[in-house]
């Protein structure tokens, strides 16, 4: 895990992943749930809730080449988004960067970090939240990757959300 941990290290980790997890069965939710859908009688649950730091690690669950950059977003196109499996759970819906979006499958390791989201009309409001990188792994051949012209067409991408 060493090249791992230290890549990691080096970037910056400010995210805001707090959801909530309850007590009673371990059930952890994001965003926070006031009550647990998956305690037999919800009552069970209330009151056991308390605040729990998602840690930002998953992996990709099913993604989509979006290629119309919505108003207001300063993103380049094409971009993908994403539904991430984290690794405590819920499913978490983000934009993955920093990477082709032809190199993006299925069971891709990624983590949250802090980005730009978007700036607000003329008043230059700008938003921050989480995104996806790739986590690289370890003992991936470097060359490994295939030459672009080598990738075979394909339909674009598999649907999602
Ligand atoms: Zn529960």
């Keep these: 895990m060493g090249t791992v941990a230290r890549f990691w290290r080096e970037t910056p980790r400010r995210y805001n992943l707090g959801g909530n997890r309850c007590a009673h069965c ?19 649950s209330l009151g056991h809730l308390e605040p729990f730091q998602l840690s930002g690690d998953g992996t990709i669950f099913s993604y989509t080449v979006v290629h119309d950059a919505a108003e207001g977003f300063e993103m380049q196109v094409p971009y993908v988004l994403a539904l991430v499996k984290t690794v405590e759970g819920p499913l978490l ?14 069971g891709m390791k990624v983590r949250a970090v802090f980005r730009k989201l978007r700036a607000e009309g003329a008043a230059g409001v700008i938003h921050y939240g989480y995104k996806f990188a790739r986590v690289p792994e370890e003992g991936r051949p470097a060359a490994g990757a295939p030459a672009r012209a080598a990738v075979p067409s394909r339909p674009d991408a598999p649907a999602v959300v």
Excluded: A, L, W
Aim: net charge positive; hydrophobic share 25%.
């Design 93 to 106: 819906t983000g934009q993955v960067v920093d990477v082709d979006p032809r190199e993006v499958r299925i």
């Design 26 to 44: 371990g059930s952890v939710y994001f965003p926070p749930r006031s009550v647990c859908p998956t305690c037999e009688t919800h009552r069970r």
